[in-house]
């Protein structure tokens, strides 16, 4: 172990320990943050902390900006805006295996996973953040109605937009810090951004959405009012953190199925 890894990890966990003091992250979080970031490390240096980085402080700063409008979500949403392990792992997992691949078997295809997973990740967040904020309710792309802002599988323009945007900081980082290609670029920025959107039919169609027995709130957690709800769509074992995970793995394992097609 060589003293820059030993410098970068004492970074991480400096980094680990002020997103904690701050609320961005719970204790779990933090302990998560600190392997996928040293599995990151031992692959792609500081560079890959960078890109993770970027993802991780521009969607915890948007998931506290306007945090009283957003307020109300808390009762619908399973989680709140502190990242636990679970959340950590669903978003960093993969970008952690493709430095670990980087390390033990070197490719340049784990630089465009890397890539296509943080931008998917910053995509979805992105959209979910901002999308919030829309002054009109978002339309379910299960039956193309207005649904409740907040509500999983469900678009607006707004979303829709700033999902782009945050496909496109990542494979801005991405390009310049590794000198990437320009094809790798679009890459990085359209399976970005397919990522959120597979992120939202899987929303639509397979995570877990419950009825409150008390109030008839539609939400995304088991329990609410003290009482077990009921199921009403999709899978139990279905929810946002496993819909996060499989939307970033398929938009990775496309992109590189059609990178080594071109």
Not at 10 to 28: H, N, R, T
Not at 96 to 120: D, E
Not at 182 to 191: G, H, Q, V
Not at 192 to 213: K, N, P, V
């Amino acid at each position: 172990m060589n003293a820059d890894y030993i410098g970068v990890l004492a970074f991480i966990v400096i980094g680990a320990v002020l997103a904690w003091k701050s609320k961005m992250l719970s204790p779990s979080g933090a302990v998560m943050a600190v392997l996928v970031g040293s599995c990151l490390t031992l692959g792609f240096g500081i560079k890959g902390i960078i890109v993770m980085g970027t993802f991780f402080v521009s969607s915890s700063l948007l998931s506290k900006w306007n945090g009283k409008k957003k307020s109300s979500l808390v009762e619908i949403h399973e989680k709140g805006s502190v990242r636990d392990w679970a959340q950590v792992l669903a978003n960093g997992g993969i970008a952690a295996a493709a430095g670990l691949s980087v390390f033990f078997w070197p490719t340049p295809l784990s630089f465009l996973a890397l890539g296509i997973s943080l931008a998917s990740a910053n995509s979805d967040t992105w959209a979910s953040e901002l999308g919030t904020l829309s002054k009109r309710p978002p339309i379910s792309i299960r039956n193309f109605k207005r649904v409740a802002t907040g509500t999983s599988g469900a678009i607006s323009l707004g979303g829709t937009l700033a999902g782009f945007l945050g496909s496109l900081l990542i494979a801005v980082v991405s390009t310049l810090l590794f000198q990437l290609s320009l094809e790798l670029f679009f890459f990085i920025l359209f399976f970005g951004f397919f990522g959120m959107l597979i992120d939202t039919i899987l929303g639509a169609y397979l995570q877990a959405e419950y009825i409150c027995r008390k109030c008839g709130l539609h939400i995304e957690k088991p329990i609410h009012c003290h009482e077990e709800a009921v199921l009403c769509k999709g899978s139990s074992w279905i929810r946002n953190d496993t819909v996060n995970f499989i939307s970033s793995l398929s938009a990775v394992l496309l992109g590189l199925f059609f990178f080594n097609g071109f």
